[in-house]
């Protein structure tokens, strides 16, 4: 079966401390993402990587970083975190970057809550 | 990238047809039209993807126009279980696959 593991379901952390937000997957997938929802606004792509080593801006990368050093892993970094950036974070993995298989495989998600 | 447009919720009642449309007026050539469902507290599910004409699974049909600047998500018989949010999605499938969702369709069905 498809897994994609978040490593937290909530989190609490403080404003300005370093937060690390970890994912996943078991399918040899080469892209991944990581999104943001927020009531009234959708999901909201953060970044995404599709190789190791790779990656690329979405439409909020303002205040995050990741990093991807391993295929099956990808970090989500909030440098300083702040109180706007309380949220649920989804992780998700895709099989190919070129092609014509779209579909994503989404972890749970991590409810951060920035104090 | 393409752009999606949905309408924002629908209401429906046990056992009806339900129809989702969205318009993505610049589709390119290399774009799949894909769907996806997300149930509270979840993460969203693949349902359905297609480039033009019909495609049908187990779960719902997606019909595409001959231009390909909308389509339709088809859910037969809905019931109480299928009240999720539906997003439209266009995929660019020369390169990068960046999956972009909007702000999708709240579906509510009722009794």
């Known amino acids: 079966d498809v897994k994609v593991t978040q490593s937290s379901r909530y989190l609490v952390k403080r404003t300005g401390e370093k937060v690390f937000l970890e994912c996943v997957q078991d399918?040899?997938?080469?892209?991944m993402f990581w999104y943001r929802q927020d009531p009234g606004l959708g999901l909201r792509l953060i970044y995404f990587?599709?190789?190791?080593?790779?990656?690329e801006k979405g439409d909020i990368p303002e205040g995050y970083s990741v990093s991807r050093e391993k295929k099956e892993r990808f970090s989500l970094i909030l440098e300083s975190a702040s109180t706007n950036q309380t949220s649920m974070y989804l992780c998700?993995?895709?099989?190919?970057?070129?092609?014509?298989?779209?579909?994503?495989?989404f972890g749970q998600g991590t409810r951060l809550t920035v104090v | 990238l393409a752009k999606t447009t949905q309408p924002i919720s629908m209401d429906s009642y046990e056992g009806q047809e339900v129809n989702i449309t969205c318009s993505h007026n610049?589709?390119?050539?290399?774009?799949?039209i894909t769907w996806y469902q997300q149930f509270p507290s979840q993460g969203p599910r693949f349902i359905i993807q297609?480039?033009?004409t019909k495609v049908t699974n187990e779960v719902a049909s997606l019909f595409i126009p001959a231009d390909r600047k909308s389509s339709t998500l088809s859910l037969p018989r809905v019931s109480l279980s299928d009240t999720a949010v539906y997003y439209c999605l266009v995929v660019f499938t020369g390169g990068g696959n960046k999956l972009t969702f909007g702000t999708g369709t709240q579906l509510k069905v009722e009794l």
């Open positions: 990587s599709y190789d190791v080593k790779m990656k």
């Open positions: 297609g480039y033009k």
């Open positions: 610049n589709i390119a050539t290399n774009d799949y």
């Open positions: 998700a993995s895709s099989l190919e970057r070129v092609g014509r298989n779209t579909e994503a495989f």
């Open positions: 399918m040899d997938h080469e892209n």
